[in-house]
């Protein structure tokens, strides 16, 4: 693949992320980092049981490599990482879909949305969009008074 596209003001080649298998190895030649398909196999199926395990319906899983294969589910702005130890993380964003995750997101902080129950982190991430929501819109009221000019 000679493919170039611009970047910076210059050139450089198209990355190629496109797994591919030879033998034990499934990785694409962007990642480099000789993923395995067994891990593959690994991320998939925790990307399923973590949908199963979500309350609510319509979460997706979607798996991806970088040096190594990795997983989150989704389901509309809401997304759920695996985090350390045994936890998940849930971040909520202006994305709703797998290319979107990295999309810039709200109420991303690790402490208060990190839990060892899924469904708990994705209720802390509401709770606190719901508090950032409410504060807002306190602001805007009192904006609005000051000016004397409401939206």
Known sequence: ????????????PVRDWIPRRRGDIYC????????????????TKAADRLCKRLKGV??????????????????????????????????????????DVGSPSHWNSATPFTSKDP?????????ILREVVRETWAVLRAVEAASKDPV
């Open 58 to 99: 319509g979460w997706k899983p979607r798996v991806h490599e970088n040096l190594g294969w990795h997983y989150n589910v989704y389901n509309g702005h809401l997304q759920v990482y695996p985090y350390s130890h045994n936890t998940f993380h849930c971040m909520i964003g202006r994305g709703t879909g797998p290319d």
């Open 28 to 43: 694409s030649p962007a990642c480099g980092g000789n993923c395995t398909y067994a891990d593959y196999l690994k991320a």
């Open 119 to 127: 469904n708990e982190a994705v209720s802390a991430a509401i709770h």
């Open 1 to 12: 693949m000679n493919q170039k596209v611009k970047y910076r003001g210059g050139e450089v």
